[in-house]
T-cell receptor, first 115, second 114 residues
């Protein structure tokens, strides 16, 4: 079975500063990795995903994430955040074909962007 | 159409009421899901429908009853709920098996049980 750890429950940052949201996973098989964003009173929206290939994945809204197999990490980054990026961010992992496709979600990281 | 539409957006119900949540998608996705989400927590899986058949029930109490009338619709029937069932109920869909594609989520129904 897989598991996901989001190390920070809350990340405060000033507008236009860079940000990194950390995600580590554990699995005995190959995995697919996802980041979702949830704005207040909304559902979750897929930001980006890693399936295979290039370890640097670019997503929507200027976010990117890097898959690091040796460190079992999939950290989310943005070089310059906006007030509108304030939201809850969830990392999720699911097992590659042959395993359970139901994703396991991390506990979430609340990104708070201050003006 | 790349959306999952959930109705109603808000619902307040008494513990003796019967109500239903509705979810609709027209993306041709063959897997649909119900999740429950409490404030500041990740979504918790409740049910999975694959090709209109219930494939996963995560030991959800029988006061929650899912239904998949066709490949585009998913309902969640509610009866005799408890105040602790108050939460955001999210519907999601994905291509077959969801493998590698990620989910498309609806905006949710905010349920309050009084």
């Amino acid at each position: 079975a897989q598991s996901v750890t989001q190390l920070d429950s809350q990340v405060p940052v000033f507008e236009e500063a860079p940000v990194e949201l950390r995600c580590n996973y554990s699995s005995s098989v190959s995995v697919y990795l996802f980041w979702y964003v949830q704005y207040p009173n909304q559902g979750l929206q897929l930001l980006l995903k890693y399936l295979s290939g290039s370890t640097l994945v670019k997503g929507i809204n200027g976010f990117e994430a890097e898959f690091n197999k040796s460190q079992t990490s999939f950290h989310l980054r943005k070089p310059s955040v906006h007030i509108s990026d304030t939201a809850e961010y969830f990392c999720a992992v699911s097992e590659a074909p042959g395993g359970s496709y139901i994703p396991t979600f991390g506990r979430g990281t609340s990104l708070i962007v201050h003006p | 159409d790349t959306e999952v539409t959930q109705t109603p957006k808000h619902l307040v119900m008494g513990m003796t009421n019967k109500k239903s949540l509705k979810c609709e998608q027209h993306m041709g996705h063959r897997a649909m899901y119900w999740y429950k989400q409490k404030a500041k927590k990740p979504p918790e899986l409740m049910f999975v429908y694959s090709y209109e058949k219930l494939s996963i029930n995560e030991s959800v109490p029988s006061r929650f009853s899912p239904e998949c009338p066709n490949s585009s619709l998913l309902n969640l029937h509610l009866h005799a709920l408890q105040p602790e069932d108050s939460a955001l109920y999210l519907c999601a869909s994905s291509q077959e098996g969801g493998i590698g594609y990620g989910y498309t989520f609806g905006s949710g129904t905010r349920l309050t049980v009084v």
